[in-house]
């Protein structure tokens, strides 16, 4: 390990103060300074280059648990994957310079436990695999994209796909792993810029703005013969438009239902989820972690197509760990296209 001596003493990390009502606000976050404390034995510090913003997080901020998972506790920075070099190491398996791959993000520096359920990894980097890629097109993210539409969704020859959140850092992924895949794709965004850009740059058959009109005139708008598959980024309105146009044995993978995030209240449950009985629909939550199994087959065809040049992967990048609170606020407004990341070092700083 390096000294201690050559560890810096403080750093720096983005609070969770208050829990947000409706949308966050700025003032709900506080950048402290805080003290590092030298690793243990099993533990590693590293210096964060990149940290992921995902909407999931958003959830976690709700005082009452959702079941999804533990809510973030107040005056604590909140977790999330973060990537970035290891400074100092008393695990076995991480030495100084590896790139680490870590679900402590939200600080400049993370002292990680190797032992934590969810432990880092040691990532491969080099100018072929920017170290963002691991937060973005080789990261949970992706690989959420990835098993629910091959996996959870189950595509099959001849299907119409609907993907709510098309421009996000998951729906983006998913369009094109669709259109690979030689399928009609429809995307919902939530901009005409952004229907332009998922059409354009990403492939889709069909794109329109959900905010043009009821998304249950939008979507038979721009599939009149219906469709078989809905990857489910948003819920409510776009839930109960997908359930009147599904096809009979259509499936719907449930990955994130972000309309409801910021509710103040309760959500009005979906209306015609009957149709589920009456047309055999299946309708499947999933998670990543629950497909971490699949992480090296994912990774090895991303790479693969990636090489190919066959898959882009859109970023909105965040310039400096004191804007994070300001990045968040604008994904969850849909200010992003593509994956939300925070470059944490400052400008001028190697950060691939």
């Not at 990857?231 to 409801?260: K, Y």
Request: net charge negative; aromatic share 8%; glycine share 12%.
């Amino acid at each position: 390990m390096s000294p201690a001596d050559a560890l810096p003493r403080r750093t720096r990390e983005v609070r969770l103060v208050a829990r947000p009502r409706g949308l966050p606000r700025p003032d709900d976050f506080a950048l402290v300074e805080a003290p590092l404390p030298a690793p243990r034995d099993g533990e590693i510090v590293v210096h964060n280059e990149w940290i992921s913003l995902d909407p999931s997080q958003r959830i976690r901020m709700h005082e009452a648990s959702t079941g999804y998972m533990p809510p973030f506790p107040l005056d604590r920075a909140p977790t999330g994957w973060a990537i970035g070099r290891v400074i100092a190491s008393r695990a076995a398996g991480f030495e100084v310079g590896d790139a680490a791959l870590h679900a402590m993000g939200w600080t400049e520096h993370a002292v990680v436990d190797t032992t934590m359920e969810r432990p880092p990894a040691r990532v491969e980097v080099d100018a072929e695999t920017p170290a963002r890629w691991y937060l973005g097109p080789l990261g949970w993210s992706a690989l959420t994209s990835y098993v629910g539409l091959f996996d959870v969704a189950g595509l099959r020859d001849g299907d119409v796909v609907f993907v709510s959140g098309a421009a996000g850092g998951v729906g983006s992924l998913v369009v094109q792993l669709a259109k690979a895949a030689g399928h009609r794709v429809i995307g919902s965004v939530g901009s005409a810029a952004k229907a332009a850009y998922v059409r354009e740059e990403l492939g889709a058959d069909e794109a329109f703005c959900y905010r043009d009109g009821p998304v249950g005139e939008l979507l038979p708008a721009a599939a009149p013969d219906g469709i078989d598959v809905y990857f489910d980024n948003v819920g409510g309105d776009h839930l109960e438009a997908a359930l009147e146009a599904l096809r009979p044995h259509g499936r719907v993978a449930l990955c994130g239902a972000i309309s409801s995030y910021n509710a103040t209240g309760a959500v009005p449950g979906i209306a015609n989820l009957f149709n589920a009985t009456g047309k055999g629909l299946t309708l499947r939550g999933f998670l990543a972690r629950m497909y971490e199994h699949r992480m090296d087959d994912f990774r090895r065809d991303m790479r693969a197509r990636l090489a190919a040049g066959t898959i882009s992967y859109p970023e909105t990048v965040v310039a400096g760990l004191e804007r994070l609170p300001a990045g968040f606020i604008e994904m969850l407004s849909g200010g992003n296209v593509g994956k939300m990341i925070v470059r944490v070092r400052p400008e001028g700083e190697r950060a691939a």
